[in-house]
Nanobody, 120 residues
């Protein structure tokens, strides 16, 4: 099974917007829990946002009201980042886990990441 593939990172001015994309590369006809994590230099990887296979969305407190996660055709997950801050600077990773229905379950998989840099 292929790994997720992220895109859309780049440099953005504080207060601006950026949209990240992740092609889940799951099996045809399957739904997964798709999550965004980020890791800044010298810091641990942290959860940012996710959308479960049933459509439930979750956000870290630090991004609530600024970031929006969405899903397209069960295969591409987006992270719309608005009003970005310098502390949002990090490598952003897509994480695919679970699988629905049960026949779709596979080991969890990380993408390679896409860099987001916020400048003043």
């Amino acid at each position: 099974q292929l790994k997720p593939v992220e895109s859309g990172g780049g440099s953005v001015q504080a207060g601006g917007s950026l949209r990240l994309s992740c092609v889940a590369n799951g099996d045809t006809g399957c739904r997964y829990d798709l999550n965004w994590f980020r890791q800044a230099p010298g810091k641990e990887r942290e959860f940012v946002s996710g959308i479960r296979s049933d459509g439930t969305k979750n956000y870290a407190d630090s991004v609530k009201g600024r970031f929006t996660v969405s899903l397209d055709n069960a295969n591409t997950v987006y992270l719309q980042m608005d009003n970005v801050r310098s502390e949002d600077t990090a490598m952003y990773f897509c994480y695919r886990i679970g699988g629905s229905p049960d026949r779709c379950r596979r080991p969890a998989s990380w993408g390679q990441g896409t860099q987001v840099t916020v400048f003043s």
